[in-house]
Structures are given as C-alpha cells and as structure tokens.
C-alpha cells in the first residue's frame, strides 16, 4: 500500500502564497508521476498541476504564471509553490500519485489520492 499525506493548507489574504507539500510512503514501488488537484464546495475535481517523475510539468490555465509544481524523486515528494492567491483558488487540495505496484506475473499501474488540505483565500 502508498499512502499520500498533505500539509502546508491554510487561511491566507489575497495576494499571499502558501506551499503545498505531499510526502509518498509505503510498501516498495515506483513513482511515475504526482499531481495535485483541487475541489471547491459545489463543484467537480480539477487539474491544477502534474510533474513526472522526468520533471515535465504541465499546468492549468488559471493557475499558470503563479503556481509552481516540484518533485524531489529521491525523497517521494511533490510541492505546490502558490503565489499570488486570490479567493478563487479556495478549496480543497488533492495530492495524487501514479505508482507501478509489483505483482506475481505483472506489474500493476494505481492511482492514490491524499485526504486533502484546505486552503482559503479571503478578499
């Protein structure tokens, strides 16, 4: 089993930053890639970022040119640099990997998700 755990969520004014952590744990396995996404109250899941585990990035519009994705492979770990925040980024914050889990006569590709962390931005 992979457990995700976030940290780093919290109530910030407008025009602040916050930095996002994820950390990978478990059983032995390899880590392709991790993301984070986000969930406002009402509405559906969303992309915000990913980074492979090669360090390509790919990024949501909204949050381009202020949010910034980092992956330490070595450590199992994965950052959301957030900077200029405004009150349309509250929500809750995902942190996912896709990991390739060993098996008996084949490999196995899983996705886990963290619980999550909440961020708030007041106006």
């Known amino acids: 089993q992979v457990q995700l755990v976030e940290s780093g969520g919290d109530l910030v004014q407008a025009g602040g930053s916050l930095r996002l952590s994820c950390v990978a744990s478990?059983?032995?396995?390899?880590?392709?890639?991790m993301g984070w996404y986000r969930q406002a109250p009402g509405k559906q899941r969303e992309l915000v970022a990913t980074i492979s585990s090669g360090g390509n990035t790919n990024y949501a519009d909204p949050v381009k040119g202020r949010f910034t994705i980092s992956g330490d492979n070595a450590k199992n770990t994965v950052a959301l640099q957030m900077n200029s925040l405004k009150p349309e980024d509250t929500a809750v914050y995902f942190c996912?990997?896709?990991?390739?889990?060993?098996?008996?006569?084949?490999?196995?590709?899983?996705?886990?998700w963290g619980k999550g962390t909440p961020v708030t931005v007041s106006s």
């Open positions: 478990g059983s032995i396995f390899t880590i392709n890639g």
């Open positions: 996912n990997a896709d990991v390739t889990i060993p098996g008996y006569v084949s490999n196995r590709r899983v996705i886990y």
